[in-house]
């Protein structure tokens, strides 16, 4: 079954969501705050970019279906602001940004003592999403999961795989949450591993090689391996990328939740904490290292 939905915020991956919908045979309502954004997908068939949220609102049928792909936090919250006085009851909000599922709990609240809908989706994916589908985990009433289950389907990467009604309200953010901190632990057992190889200079090992043969047969084969022989195929050196790792949100919440659930995750943890030190934030406490060693057994200091 198709429907007519709209899609607020246009980036990366919610113009791909939309393009994707719309390839599906849903109609799709489009709005993003820069012009640029709307533009792009102004020759998509079966897209119709608003210029307003209240020209998206408008345009749906009862009950609509708006689905937001923004930053988590202020951008979210300033734009359901705006965005539910232009909703009646019986409407569903889906928020697939990567909000604290906190947040979502209290959201879903607060729309449904207006008589909203609220569904909280995790969506994994990236920018291959489009040509492969995006894991979806989601939380929310079964009723409003009901209504919007056919664009669930159609996102996904099949009608009945890669997409989950994870439990209630914040348990789709919750379970994104923890997913991108395992995410985090496996980036970095995958940087770790490869660069103790890259500096065993004796061997000469040949990364592009062995990571492409780790694809075929082994246990660590994965999605995130298949990138990485991918790009090292291309440049095994990464002399032009910066040593800096950015950290989103998700990872310290995990952190967090973990202490205050009492429940050990030292390596998501650890590659969070070595996420931080990639950003400089150790500087100090090298420093602090290397002169400790300096007063107490006259270890040189190496001066920059």
Known sequence: MNVTLGMVGLGRMGGNMARRLARAGHA???????DEARATLAHEARVQPAATLEQLAAALPAPRIVWLMLP???????????LVPLLTPGDVVIDGGNAMYKDSQRRAADLAAQGLLF????????????????GLMVGGDPAAVRVVEPVLRSLAPGPDRGWVHCG???AGHFTKMVHNGIEYGMMQAYAEGLALMQAKSEFQLNLPQITEAWRHGTVIRSWLLDLTAGFLA????????????????????????????????????????ERFGSQGKDDYTNRLLSRMRLAFGGHAVKQL
């Open 234 to 273: 291309e440049d095994s050196t990464l002399e032009s990328i910066a040593p800096y790792v950015a950290d989103s949100g998700e990872g310290r919440w995990t952190a967090h939740e973990s202490i205050e659930l009492g429940v050990p995750t030292p390596v998501m943890t650890l590659a969070l904490m």
């Open 119 to 134: 569904v909280d989706a995790g969506v994994s994916g990236g920018v291959w999403g489009l040509e492969n589908g995006y």
């Open 28 to 34: 799709v309502v489009a709005w993003d705050r820069a």
């Open 72 to 82: 988590a936090g202020a951008p979210t919250q300033e734009t359901l602001a705006t």
């Open 168 to 170: 209630p309200a914040g």
